[in-house]
């Protein structure tokens, strides 16, 4: 496994599971912990909880039945999802987080993590390259595309050298984009039309996917074709996402959280890797911006 494959699983792991050895509550009723990066009131937040917990009550495990489970919402700040991250931890037997692990250096091995902690990578570093190839399919004038992200997000220089490196690959060239504020934001997207930037990739990250919205917006505003890692983009308005099924991934993660509640050790199990992506094309938006109607395979 290459590097930049840890560090990618690392900064962006679909499940997180600590203090499990004392997961065996000999009172019957289990404890987790459940931190999502984005805020309550968002509905693609309450979806992924709903998703999760459904996917383990079919397993057995009903939230005040045998299960106690405590929720934490980041509202997209990296910082306060670490904080909260080092809360649960220290308070629960288990803890789930679907968006971006809290920090930790590269694990031993993906078959054998070792330790307490095993999951899913739920945005590998690949995605990011695949996006710029994806987008350029589309442009396929395109001589320089933006890659867009948050500086001070793990792994963000993982997927820039992922997107640097399909770009060259395609003959073209890679402009990094940073914002980690709303003010920052507005500034990159006012300043794509007078640049040689002909569309932008935007991965997934906990500050991005709690503005989608406003992302969608202004890229709207200023004519820009973006390609998002979350579908929820596309159906928000955006251009075209592509990314891992995160619906597929609740499930699994859930199955897998069955499994080391029943007694299973976390070193013991293999860290999983998406198996299913799904990409979605705004044919509405599409046309607005007249863009190509190449299908896209």
């Not at 980041?74 to 971006?100: C, Q, S, W, Y």
């Amino acid at each position: 496994m290459r590097r930049r494959g840890f560090i990618a699983l690392v900064g962006g792991a679909a499940a997180l599971w600590s203090q499990a050895a004392s997961a065996q509550n000999p009172g019957g009723m289990r404890r987790i912990g459940v931190l999502l990066s984005l805020a309550e009131s968002d509905p693609e937040g309450k979806a992924q909880l709903s998703g999760f917990t459904q996917a383990l009550a079919e397993l057995g495990w009903i939230d005040g039945h045998n299960l106690r489970t405590e929720v934490r919402w980041g509202h997209g700040n990296i910082d306060r999802i670490r904080i909260l991250a080092k809360e649960l931890v220290a308070r629960v037997a288990m803890f789930f987080n679907p968006d971006t692990a809290p920090g930790g250096g590269a694990l031993p091995s993906l078959n054998h993590p070792g330790g307490n902690v095993t999951g899913m990578s739920l945005f590998p570093s690949e995605l990011a390259g695949k996006s710029v190839q994806l987008l350029k399919r589309l442009l396929p004038s395109a001589t320089q595309i933006g890659f867009l992200v948050n500086p001070s997000s793990p792994g963000t220089s993982v997927y820039t050298s992922e997107a640097s490196a399909a770009a060259k690959t395609l003959g073209i060239s890679i402009q990094v984009l940073n914002a980690s504020t709303e003010q920052e934001l507005e500034e990159v997207f006012a300043s794509l039309p007078s640049s040689k930037t002909s569309g932008l990739a935007i991965p997934a990250e906990p500050f991005f996917d709690g503005r989608r919205d406003r992302i969608v917006a202004l890229a709207a505003r200023y004519s820009v074709p973006a390609i998002y890692s979350l579908q929820e983009y596309a159906a928000a308005g955006g251009l075209m996402s592509y990314g891992t099924s995160l619906p597929d991934t609740y499930r699994r993660a859930a199955i897998y959280v069955g499994r080391v509640l029943k007694g299973e050790k976390p070193a013991d199990l293999p860290v999983m890797q998406p198996t299913k992506y799904d990409l979605v094309l705004n044919m509405k938006t599409a046309k607005l911006l007249a863009l190509s109607d190449e299908v896209i395979e």
